[in-house]
């Protein structure tokens, strides 16, 4: 049985539709990245299938239980971590915790374990009397998370757990996630990084309240859209990138190029070989050290893919 | 770890059991189950509001600090009683018959003594001219002038009405009022006397006492309102802004997937302020009546039973505020729009009987009238459990109302 259905989530504030028919489904042990610019819907989708937030239309199927019929039934599987920093800045890490763990009704010894362990394996025990407001953001996350885990949920819904944290924490709460993972637990989880989407089984990229893509990162990079049909990519290591640029653009096979750090993503008809393009290179005095081909990255799927969304926004706005 | 088990409850073993099968049916289940307890969560979210107040050093000083200035600056500061109101005299009716060293004549002499020994008039200063008099006056070092004049004794003689002129400074009305009444009444008595033959005592003799608050001393009566007053912070602002910040950080949210239910949510938060607002007013009871000897007539538990219901009704408007106000700007702001008129139209400040009809019945629906009634009733009066038990119904007719209301607003939020 998969973890979470969404069929046709609609949601409006008013005579705004913020999420607008949007349909997935998770399968058990997947991490399911949520994505999509600020303002298209993502704390709505969440708010919707946790039970906070009433469904305008559509289904939400959370572990087999429509959350519309039972949403206490929904809350007692999923553990929830909101945008917002949600712990609470003038209790102790152990304060919180068991603040937690009291309400969601364990006690005495059970909780005493519960605490124990969630300490253990999140590694915050060392600052467990420390003020939650005096953690510094990747603690802070830690903390939250093993609160939002008291009860042992098997879903957990995290709502940019990285956002404003420093790249290094950023790596260990993702090896924690995956730790966990391991263990059978299913997580949704929203994000704006692309090297997280890109660890991702799973991925959703949501654009003004309409979901444009879904599937795993390398289903996406193939969508045709991105990579068009009879067209091919190569990374160009070469010294002066801007020079190189300016220069191959120039180039009547080249459909798109862009810097890279040190080195160009170029776009080309896949009529060019790898020396072929060598040797062209060299006639427009463009010396590449190395050519390699490349697969598009997530952020190339992204972007092609809201660059078309608008196009068909612009379209029906003037059919309109 | 197996321990545990064993010495599970049989309820709660059943419980385990259904949640075994649910298990294997959903492939994930709760390591709880949650029971039908409408006032799921209230001990978790009791324990935590504790700690936050137990830190919150404003909430503390609002509580225990701020009353004991209030009362002390309107306890002490402001003594409304027109006592010892400072007098300055002109008498001329000495200078026509007697030596320039002595001031005034017997008869005026006797009448000033009168004056001095009514308690409320001071006389500090003797003049000698009637520039000198206004001058005192206008200066506002004498709020009363008393005048004399040169022919007051020969009048007095003569059988005929001797006139004493008597200013007040009007800027002050309480003030005013009182002066003149004390002196028309000193005039008045010492007229009957000379009428009276010697040794005949007045037809009628009228003994004013005032009941309940024998020396009209206003700290009793002013204290018992302030106290109903100060209890307003703790109970409705506090509890306000205990559940508004929590929308602010974005925390409520998070309790909303918890098994937190609107009552266990809204009691847990109130308990604790609850308990502060017990502790202030015991403070308060203790300050008036040993720092400022306002006596306490009535039963002292029957005022702390009824303040209770005054507290409940405080305590529920703060979280219907809270439940309705999304930052703590606004929830000021209502919390203000309940304390104003419990200052105002309350009896507090001004008396109910004198107030316009639509402020009059605007009263019957602030919930400070009825403990007002209740403190000064209880310490003035010692009126007991049969003469006050109609406010208290009114207290928690109207504490049950916002409870309501704010329950149903939280039963929006939380599904
Ligand atoms: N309670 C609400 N009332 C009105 N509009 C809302 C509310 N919550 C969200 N929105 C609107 O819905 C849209 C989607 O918001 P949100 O789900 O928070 O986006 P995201 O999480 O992707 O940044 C935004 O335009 C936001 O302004
Ligand atoms: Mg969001």
Redesign the pocket.
Known sequence: MPAIVAENLVRK?GE?T?VDGVSFTVQSGEVFGFL?P???????VIKMLTGILPLTAGRGMVDGIDVSVDPDSVKQRIGYMS?KFSLYDDLTVLENLRFYAHIYGLRGKDADRKIEETMQRNAIEPYKTRLAGKLSGGWKQRLALGCAMMHGPKILFLDEPTAGIDPVARRKLWDLLFELSGQGITFFVTTHYMDEAERCSHLAYIYYGKLIADGTPDTLRQIPDVSPAGTHRFEIVTRDVTTALRRARTLPFMRSATIFGRSIHALMDDTISESELQSELDKVGVHADEIRPLMPDLEDVFVELTYRRQAELEGSRASA | MTQSTFVETPRESLVGSQSDAARKASGAAPSVAWSNNPFRGFRAIFYKESIHLRRDSMAIMFALLVPIVEMIILGAAIDTNVRQVRTVVYDESGLMEHARDVEGSQSSRALLDRFRSSDTFKIYKYVNSDDELTHEMVAGRAKVGLKIPYDFDRQLLRGQSAQVMVLVDGSDSSVAGQTLNVASAIGLDESLRRMLPEGKQPAIDIRPKIMFNPDSRSPNFFLPGLMTVLLLFVTTMLTAFSIVREKERGTLEQLFVTPVRPLGLMMGKIMPYFGLAMIEMLMILAFMRFAFQVPMHGNVLLLLLLAMCYMFTHLSLGMLISSKANSQNEAMQRSMGIMLPSIFLSGYIFPLDNMPWIFYLMSFFVPATYMMQISRGIILRAAGFQDLWINAAALLVMGLGALTLAARNFKKMIV
């Open positions: 504030f705004f913020a999509g600020n303002g298209s819907g993502k704390t709505t945008q």
